[in-house]
């Protein structure tokens, strides 16, 4: 499964992924939404700044997948400094993500930077920080410029 996963432009998620910075990335909320549940090992994930330029930039491999069941406040400020090593989260956004309920922590391997291409966000009724999208070809809109 594909996915097009955005990413923070503010703090240049995308850059420390492909430095080698950052291996993992994460989604937090009170209650279990995308992509809890939805993503496994070997998915392919396409990272996009969100930005709304709507551009994938790299790519990576699923490593492994950790989908919390609920979390007392504790437990998941606990659980995102046991990974912070591998989230390297900005204060910012350890401060918006520790504490929520449920946690989607995801491992990455083979991140590459990719030719930027425009992917068609038309095609999606709900926008949210992650679309599963089966196969990244039928959402491929133009190369950039």
């Known amino acids: ?3 097009i996963v955005f990413l923070d432009a503010r703090s240049k998620e995308i ?6 910075n950052k291996t993992m990335i994460i989604r937090a909320a009170q209650g279990q939404k995308m992509p809890h549940g939805r993503v496994s090992q070997g998915d392919i994930l396409y990272f ?3 930005n709304n330029d709507c551009m994938i930039r790299a790519k990576g491999t699923v490593s492994s997948v950790f989908c919390s069941d609920v979390l007392t406040v504790e437990e998941s400020f606990e659980t ?3 990974n912070q090593d591998k989230l390297q989260l900005p204060d910012r956004l350890f401060d918006k993500m520790a504490g929520k309920r449920y946690l989607v ?3 990455l391997e083979n991140i590459i930077p990719v030719n930027p291409v425009r ?5 999606f009724v709900n ?4 679309l599963p999208v089966g196969r990244i070809e039928e959402f491929i809109f133009q190369e950039a410029e």
């Open 119 to 123: 992917f068609r966000k038309n095609e």
């Open 1 to 3: 499964m594909d996915h």
């Open 48 to 50: 996009v700044n969100n």
């Open 80 to 82: 995102i400094i046991r």
């Open 15 to 20: 850059d420390n992924l492909l430095k080698g």
């Open 127 to 130: 926008m949210d920080d992650w």
């Open 105 to 107: 922590l995801v491992g």
